[in-house]
């Protein structure tokens, strides 16, 4: 939310990349599609399997752009699983260099659930419960 534009005025064509890091290996995964504007939603789940309960997830909001050349880091936020108790989803609003994100994580050691139940759960945690 409130993601910058560009210099020329034209939204960026934001992406996310999300990393989680342990003491030995760091596994990454990337949205699969740029979302334009400053509002823009991915909606989307990542599952990395095998996950200490001292790693950190980070979260990097990247600028694709129009050109080639290399993406702007629009910013950067950094979640301990440390600070998530199994099996509770948490909520997190971190600050960008510009705008804001909000991550939510759920650490469990069980299957996570389908994607409709998570969504509603989402939902009401949001309160926008239908």
Avoid at 26 to 49: L, Q
Wanted: with cysteine.
């Amino acid at each position: 939310e409130g993601l910058p534009t560009r210099p020329d005025g034209d939204p960026c064509r934001a992406y996310v990349t999300v990393a989680v890091t342990e003491l030995l290996r760091r596994r990454v995964r990337r949205t699969s599609a740029e979302a334009a504007g400053p509002d823009v939603v991915w909606d989307e789940a990542f599952d990395f399997d095998n996950t200490s309960a001292c790693a950190q997830v980070v979260v990097d909001v990247w600028d694709r752009p129009n050109t080639s050349g290399r993406p702007d880091l629009l910013g950067k936020a950094v979640v301990s699983l440390a600070d998530c108790r199994a099996g509770v989803p948490h909520t997190f609003f971190k600050h960008l260099l510009e705008g804001k994100m909000v991550i939510r994580i759920l650490f469990d050691f069980s299957e996570l659930p389908d994607h409709e139940t998570e969504a509603e759960q989402m939902k009401e945690i949001l309160g926008q419960a239908t």
